[in-house]
Nanobody, 116 residues
Framework: QVQLVESGGGLVQPGESLRLSCAAS????????MSWYRQAPGKERELVAR????????NYADSAKGRFTISRDNAKNTVYLQMNSLKPEDTAVYYC?????????WGQGTQVTVSS
């Protein structure tokens, strides 16, 4: 079955960086686009970044452009989110996502807290 496991979250100060990882299994990873979403307390889950199956195409939310980079290693079945210049408003639970046979699959999430 499809399994997505996020890691790499934590508590950082404003301006610092984090790299999130999502290890995927149970499907042919290299054939599917992958996405990162986030959900802050009291807010709806929002798309942060998406990467195509080959990694050639990448899309970002306006809030992530210029600070975040999504990448993938198809040999390791892993997708990454490099987050630089973090701001307090980036505080959220970050989720890995894929759409497999028209069904959404989610990881358990990893907490990112940006605070001084």
């Amino acid at each position: 079955q499809v399994q997505l496991v996020e890691s790499g979250g934590g508590l950082v100060q404003p301006g610092e960086s984090l790299r999130l990882s999502c290890a995927a299994s149970g499907f042919t990873f290299s054939s599917y686009a992958m996405s990162w979403y986030r959900q802050a307390p009291g807010k709806e889950r929002e798309l942060v970044a998406r990467i195509s199956s080959t990694g050639i195409s990448r899309n970002y939310a306006d809030s992530a452009k210029g600070r975040f980079t999504i990448s993938r290693d198809n040999a390791k079945n892993t997708v990454y989110l490099q987050m630089n210049s973090l701001k307090p408003e980036d505080t959220a639970v970050y989720y890995c996502n894929t759409v497999y046979y028209m069904n959404d699959y989610w990881g358990q999430g990893t907490q990112v807290t940006v605070s001084s």
